[in-house]
């Protein structure tokens, strides 16, 4: 199985292409103003229309209204939405009856957490699940903090899985034979500084993802003696 890469927190034509040159199935950009890797809408526009039918395109926001949303859907056209706030189900429902794909991130910390993956997986095409931040943090992701991956195995997973959290070149190899996620995402991973994506970072992100398939697909093929082939 591939799995499926996505590079969140894009602000610039460059890293963009970086990620695009890599081979990123999926590129995240990012408005709500805490973050450091905030992008207004005219450069989202600008960012999604480089990145259109080259890669799936990602808006991600926080708690935002309607009227921001539909802002965002009209400019950006993205093919998915990212809500990594407290947003209701209901808030995914109705992009979704707009014809968007939806991603609900949810901070991980016990297995309580988890318990709301199930209020979301009938709205979500994918369940992001991140580190929780803690309480004195300003924003909800992009602290680059892993959290228990054995929390996972407790998760029913009806829809398909997002890992992210503490996710870089070292570990996402790990990460994709421990917890056999769908897709995975990194953004505080591949950067210099906060918000500045190095495009070196991005290539060997991708390469170290693509190696831990190539791994699981070669464990995954039976020997000669367990298909019944004799040399």
């Known amino acids: 199985m591939k799995t499926l890469i996505k590079i969140c927190g894009l602000s610039t034509p460059a890293t963009l292409e970086a990620a695009l ?7 995240g950009l990012v408005h709500f103003p805490p973050s450091p890797r905030h992008v207004d809408v005219e450069t989202a526009r600008n960012l999604a229309e480089a990145a ?36 209701p189900p209901q808030t995914l429902e109705r992009m979704r009856a707009k014809g968007f794909g939806t991603i609900k991130a949810l901070g991980v910390k016990s297995a309580e957490d988890l318990a709301l993956a199930a209020h979301y997986a009938p709205v979500s095409d994918f369940l992001l ?20 991956w054995s929390l996972i195995d407790q998760l029913d997973r009806k829809r398909p899985l997002m890992l992210s959290g503490g996710l870089n070149a070292d570990t996402v190899g790990e990460a994709i034979a421990r917890v056999r996620p769908e897709a995975v995402d990194v953004s505080s991973g ?3 500084a906060p918000g500045v994506k190095a495009p070196e970072k991005i290539k060997a992100f991708v390469e170290a993802a693509r190696q831990a398939d190539a791994a699981q697909a070669g464990a995954a093929l039976p020997t000669c003696r367990e298909s019944g082939q004799t040399r």
């Open 129 to 148: 699940l991140d580190a929780k931040p803690p309480k004195e943090a300003t924003r909800p992701g992009g602290l680059g903090q892993a959290f228990d």
């Open 21 to 27: 040159a890599a081979g990123a199935d999926m590129i």
């Open 190 to 192: 591949v950067e210099s």
């Open 52 to 87: 259109r039918g080259r890669a799936a395109i990602v808006i991600l926001t926080v708690d935002a209204q309607a009227a921001l949303l539909d802002r965002l859907a009209d400019a950006v056209r993205p093919d998915l939405f990212q809500f990594h706030g407290a947003e």
